[in-house]
Nanobody
Framework: QVQVVESGGGLVQPGGSLRLSCAAS????????MGWYRQAAGKQRELVAA???????NYAESAKGRFTISIGNAKNTVYLQMNSLKPEDTAVYYC?????????????WGQGTQVTVSS
């Protein structure tokens, strides 16, 4: 079992910045991808950014140039630095840990952290 815990959400004004943190613990796989997703009210959950255990990254178009995903010094910790935030970035942000073992993969989600961009 893997536990995923997010932190760092909050209220920020348009144009401001926030850094989200995600830590995975427990039965960690040697190969993994950790990603940030968000779900705004009334909308489907969508990928924001993801990073593999070897550092490959993938960003949604809406995140490119404003958000940066990175691996922390502690293994299985990732950060999402969000700059130039807009009201449309308001959502619950979820971290997902996907572990790979051969042809098998397992997904674990965190509880989510609210990000509100408003003046």
């Amino acid at each position: 079992q893997v536990q995923v815990v997010e932190s760092g959400g909050g209220l920020v004004q348009p144009g401001g910045s926030l850094r989200l943190s995600c830590a995975a613990s427990g039965s960690i796989f040697s190969s993994s991808v950790m990603g940030w997703y968000r779900q705004a009210a009334g909308k489907q959950r969508e990928l924001v950014a993801a990073i593999s255990s070897v550092g490959s990254t993938n960003y949604a178009e809406s995140a490119k140039g404003r958000f940066t995903i990175s691996i922390g010094n502690a293994k299985n910790t990732v950060y999402l630095q969000m700059n130039s935030l807009k009201p449309e970035d308001t959502a619950v942000y979820y971290c997902k840990y996907t572990g790979f073992a051969g042809t098998m993969s397992m997904e674990y989600w965190g509880q989510g952290t609210q990000v509100t961009v408003s003046s």
